[in-house]
């Protein structure tokens, strides 16, 4: 108790254990903290001797000692204050714990959400370091599994951006991190000697080291790296909680960094195997211009169930294979047959002259094997003779190929048989074709003429509207036809649904008058 002076008036056996020197007749300033003192000023400064203090007022709250208080005033008639101090320093311990757990949380949270917004392991790198530096320590290295002699490093210092560095460096220097980068539980960060670290461990920015924590990136069962934590001299050592909040700090942030480094892996194993069903860059060969297009069912998809081959003849004078095929079904499951099929044709090629011979021998390989689709298709044999091109013809349950002429005329070729892979046996019959300079040959898959779109949305495009389409293509290269077609057939499907539409075209090019080659020679026709 304290009057309007700030001086002692009484203090009961409990206070007195509190504050020692607080006996009647002391100043309040020579026995009690100076926050109790502001408290008791702020309740007595400017009231009538003989009139209390008004109610109403929260408690002070300080500390004394390692103990916190609140102080509870009731105002007295005679001008006194009674302080009533509740010991809370359990409850604020606990509100602190619970505040930093919080905090902890949505640290955790926030990284994670960063973490895995991205599947580039050089962004989560990234976002490791710099999360690190910036809540749990000055400056924080994120350290990948060699890849090679070098060892790559992202460092980060508080408030500054990752910088990546790569060097022919020994883990081993550091205590710890050999075993953190194996994976190995980490080593108490009292164990590590910070005035031992190398050079290349400290970053730019950070003076002498005071504490380092070293703990591994677990990842998806091979670790993904390790994470070093580094204090400046002078601040405070990592604590033993600080120590486990970095193991599951790191335990997010290794997860997300195994996740990203297994989609970098699969999509370059993918992009490698995708490249193999992706259909070739078509060219002139022996004379012979070829042209290809494709599209799949899905624009996000690269690859379905339509495929093109073009087998350069392996002598002069001999004739190139062309093979346009449909496997039933759509995606990367056609997409994977297609693949099987090209390689088995393309281990057929020594017979490429029997078309018969070679589709029967597909047939029985497909009837063979496990899966249950079947496939549509047609060979084109194509030799240079003179200034025209001959070609043999042969489908199998497959569109007939169509023949531009150079004045317009479209005629079909008369070539049919039986699809490949559903029955025993198989029927074919062989067109055979002369293609004058400036003729065309289009080989296609029916999801052009089956395409489905036109005003109304729902008529097929149909052989009889892509013939007219080709007459109005008579002497274009290879090349204009195939973007012709497609082009009208993107139009037509619109942004509806299709199947896969592939198409290829064999031309004879036109001949050519070489002028006078220096003004002497006498010139010349040629292809």
Same mark, same amino acid.
């Given at each position: +108790?304290?009057?309007?002076?700030?001086?002692?008036?009484?203090?009961? !056996?409990?206070?007195?254990?509190?504050?020692?020197?607080?006996?009647?007749?002391?100043?309040?300033?020579?026995?009690?903290?100076?926050?109790?003192?502001?408290?008791?000023?702020?309740?007595?400064?400017?009231?009538?001797?003989?009139?209390?203090?008004?109610?109403?007022?929260?408690?002070?709250?300080?500390?004394?000692?390692?103990?916190?208080?609140?102080? $509870?005033?009731?105002?007295?008639?005679?001008?006194?204050?009674?302080?009533?101090?509740?010991?809370?320093?359990? $409850?604020?311990?606990?509100?602190?714990?619970?505040?930093?757990? @919080?905090?902890?949380?949505?640290?955790?949270?926030? =990284?994670?959400?960063?973490?895995?917004?991205?599947?580039?392991?050089?962004?989560?790198?990234?976002?490791?370091?710099?999360?690190?530096?910036? $809540?749990?320590?000055?400056?924080?290295?994120?350290?990948?599994?060699?890849?090679?002699?070098?060892?790559?490093?992202?460092?980060?210092?508080?408030?500054?951006?990752? =910088?990546?560095? @790569?060097?022919?460096?020994?883990?081993?220097?550091?205590?710890?991190?050999?075993?953190?980068?194996?994976?190995?539980?980490?080593?108490p960060s009292r164990w590590i000697d910070p005035s031992a670290?190398?050079?290349?461990?400290?970053?730019?920015?950070?003076?002498?080291?005071?504490?380092?924590?070293?703990?591994?990136?677990?990842?998806?069962?091979?670790?993904?790296?390790?994470?070093?934590?580094?204090?400046?001299?002078?601040?405070?050592?990592?604590?033993?909680?600080?120590?486990?909040?970095?193991?599951?700090?790191?335990?997010?942030?290794?997860?997300?960094?195994?996740?990203?480094?297994?989609?970098?892996?699969?999509?370059?194993?993918?992009?490698?195997? /995708?490249?193999?069903?992706?259909?070739?860059?078509? $060219?002139?060969? #022996?004379?012979?211009?070829?042209?290809?297009?494709?599209?799949? #069912?899905?624009?996000?998809?690269?690859?379905?169930?339509?495929?093109?081959?073009?087998?350069?003849?392996?002598?002069?004078?001999?004739?190139?294979?062309?093979?346009?095929?449909?496997?039933?079904?759509?995606?990367?499951?056609?997409?994977? /047959?297609?693949?099987?099929?090209?390689?088995?044709?393309?281990?057929?090629?020594?017979?490429?002259?029997?078309?018969?011979?070679?589709?029967?021998?597909?047939?029985?390989?497909?009837?063979?094997? !496990?899966?249950? %689709?079947?496939?549509?298709?047609?060979?084109?044999?194509?030799?240079?003779?003179?200034?025209?091109?001959?070609? %043999?013809?042969?489908?199998?349950?497959?569109?007939?190929?169509?023949?531009? &002429? =150079?004045?317009?005329?479209?005629?079909e070729a008369e070539t049919k048989g039986t699809l490949v892979?559903?029955?025993?046996?198989?029927?074919?019959?062989?067109? &055979?074709?002369t293609l004058a300079p400036g003729d065309t040959c289009v080989?296609?898959?029916?999801?052009?003429?089956?395409?489905?779109?036109?005003?109304?949305?729902?008529? /097929?495009?149909?052989?009889?509207?892509?013939?007219?389409? *080709?007459?109005?293509?008579?002497?274009?290269?290879?090349?204009?036809?195939?973007?012709?077609?497609?082009?009208?057939? =993107?139009?037509?499907?619109?942004?509806?649904?299709?199947?896969? +539409?592939?198409?290829?075209?064999?031309?004879?090019?036109?001949?050519?008058? *070489?002028?006078?080659?220096?003004?002497?020679?006498?010139?010349?026709?040629?292809?």
């Open positions: +108790m304290a009057d309007a002076d700030a001086v002692v008036v009484h203090a009961n !056996e409990a206070a007195g254990l509190v504050f020692p020197d607080a006996r009647p007749g002391s100043p309040m300033a020579d026995a009690v903290p100076g926050w109790l003192v502001s408290a008791h000023a702020r309740h007595t400064t400017g009231l009538p001797a003989q009139r209390p203090p008004a109610t109403g007022s929260g408690p002070a709250r300080g500390s004394v000692g390692d103990r916190s208080y609140e102080a $509870h005033p009731t105002p007295r008639d005679d001008g006194t204050v009674v302080w009533w101090l509740v010991d809370d320093t359990d $409850h604020r311990l606990a509100r602190e714990a619970l505040s930093a757990e @919080r905090r902890r949380t949505e640290f955790l949270v926030r =990284s994670s959400n960063l973490l895995l917004s991205s599947l580039n392991l050089d962004r989560c790198m990234d976002v490791t370091a710099q999360m690190a530096a910036d $809540h749990l320590a000055d400056a924080a290295l994120v350290i990948a599994p060699a890849r090679g002699p070098e060892l790559p490093v992202v460092s980060c210092v508080r408030g500054g951006t990752p =910088s990546v560095s @790569r060097g022919v460096v020994d883990p081993a220097d550091v205590p710890g991190l050999a075993e953190a980068l194996q994976g190995f539980p980490p080593v670290a190398p050079a290349w461990l400290v970053p730019d920015g950070l003076a002498t080291l005071g504490s380092i924590v070293i703990t591994p990136l677990p990842g998806h069962g091979v670790p993904a790296g390790a994470l070093v934590l580094l204090r400046a001299d002078g601040a405070a050592a990592f604590t033993e909680d600080e120590e486990v909040f970095a193991r599951l700090f790191a335990a997010r942030a290794g997860a997300a960094m195994s996740a990203a480094r297994l989609y970098a892996e699969q999509a370059s194993i993918t992009d490698t195997l /995708m490249r193999e069903l992706l259909p070739p860059s078509l $060219h002139q060969v #022996s004379g012979v211009e070829y042209a290809g297009g494709y599209r799949p #069912s899905k624009d996000h998809e690269r690859v379905g169930g339509d495929f093109y081959d073009v087998h350069p003849a392996a002598d002069e004078g001999a004739s190139s294979l062309v093979v346009l095929g449909d496997v039933c079904g759509k995606g990367l499951e056609a997409a994977v /047959m297609t693949g099987k099929i090209r390689n088995t044709l393309h281990a057929l090629l020594p017979m490429a002259d029997d078309h018969h011979r070679m589709l029967s021998l597909l047939n029985t390989a497909l009837l063979n094997s !496990e899966n249950t %689709r079947f496939v549509t298709m047609v060979l084109a044999s194509a030799a240079r003779d003179g200034n025209a091109v001959r070609l %043999r013809l042969t489908s199998a349950g497959h569109p007939a190929p169509l023949i531009l &002429r =150079s004045d317009g005329r479209v005629e892979g559903a029955l025993p046996r198989i029927t074919t019959e062989t067109a &055979r074709v080989l296609y898959t029916d999801g052009i003429s089956e395409a489905r779109g036109g005003p109304m949305g729902g008529a /097929m495009f149909g052989e009889e509207r892509l013939r007219r389409a *080709l007459s109005k293509c008579a002497a274009m290269p290879a090349e204009a036809v195939v973007e012709h077609v497609q082009m009208l057939t =993107s139009q037509w499907v619109g942004t509806g649904r299709h199947d896969d +539409m592939a198409v290829v075209v064999i031309s004879a090019p036109r001949t050519n008058h *070489l002028s006078a080659v220096d003004g002497h020679t006498r010139g010349r026709f040629t292809a």
